[in-house]
């Protein structure tokens, strides 16, 4: 995560030309991030909760999907602002996620559309998968939404990712807002008019937060009322 956090922000100070000195300090922590993720991939290509146990120490570590997945994100980041990331790495890990997807069987899930969006990071999703859960959207949670929908702008497929953000921004309503105050749906995800705010029947506030991502738009301070 904190890779994740930090490449986006060497990023705006190269583009600002602003703060050399930290820009370049961002750099170092960064390519110190991705060859800390190298070399605590498994031999499967996946990732897990744990570190490796000391030199010398045998540990069996369980292999994770969901850390697999910010790991490939992080390090495909990372590569398309211009840092180091082995092929190696990359393609053992897309490898673990193909079959990831495979295990998931024919159920749509959350973690399907989360591992499809980390493959097009990476410049990996088999667009087949991806339309097959388009064809499905009207029955995908807003997560998977959300995801599928970053997933078809970052291949190209505007139209598509557009359907689906209309989709998403569907599902709102003041009696939602009225029945879930005191939850993150009842933050406001602004659709094409920035003075009529929406709330977003979510799960969560990352949701939301991704929700916003996908369709452009930045959220509010606050939560608007009912």
Request: aromatic share 6%; glycine share 6%; net charge positive.
């Amino acid at each position: 995560q904190r890779l994740r956090v930090l490449v986006p922000a060497a990023a705006y100070l190269k583009r600002t030309g602003t703060d050399q000195a930290r820009y370049e300090r961002l750099g170092s922590q960064i390519e110190g991030l991705v060859a800390r993720l190298v070399s605590t991939q498994n031999p499967n290509g996946d990732w897990s909760w744990t570190l490796p146990p000391p030199y010398g120490q045998q540990l069996r570590r369980s292999p994770d999907v969901t850390v697999t997945i910010e790991a490939v994100i992080a390090l495909a980041e990372a590569r398309q602002a211009g840092y180091a990331a082995p092929d190696q790495t990359l393609t053992k890990a897309l490898g673990f996620l193909d079959n990831a997807y495979k295990n998931e069987g024919s159920v749509e899930s959350d973690r399907k559309a989360y591992i499809l969006y980390a493959q097009g990071v990476a410049g990996a999703a088999d667009f087949a998968n991806v339309n097959h859960l388009y064809r499905m959207r009207n029955s995908l949670t807003a997560r998977s939404l959300t995801l599928l929908a970053m997933t078809l702008r970052g291949m190209g497929r505007d139209e598509m990712a557009k359907e689906v953000l209309d989709l998403l921004l569907s599902r709102t309503s003041r009696e939602a807002l009225t029945a879930q105050t005191a939850t993150a749906t009842t933050t406001a995800l602004k659709a094409t008019d920035l003075d009529a705010p929406l709330a977003l029947q979510a799960d969560s506030v990352e949701d939301v937060a991704l929700a916003a991502r996908a369709a452009g738009r930045p959220l509010p301070l606050r939560p608007q009322p009912p």
